[in-house]
């Protein structure tokens, strides 16, 4: 049986990345910040996708130059 799949509300998501829920809303208008669902008028975001999103944004100090 497939393990049922987990979502975070925005106040989850603002308070895990220590973020507003303004600043998601408007990563959202942007089209940036990982991909969301919207059930009605509420927003869900995939915990798989958001973790795929902070791997995807991780940053080596040992190869990451700022020049």
Known sequence: MKEPRVFYDEQVLA?????????????RARGRGPAWVKLGSA?????????RYEQEHLIN???HSTA
Do not use: C, D, I, K
């Not at 308070?15 to 990563?27: E, K, N, P, V, Y």
């Not at 927003?43 to 973790?51: D, K, M």
């Open 15 to 27: 308070a895990r990345w220590g973020l507003s829920r303004r600043t998601l809303q408007q990563w």
């Open 43 to 51: 927003v869900r975001y995939a915990e798989t996708t958001v973790e």
């Open 61 to 63: 100090p040992f190869t």
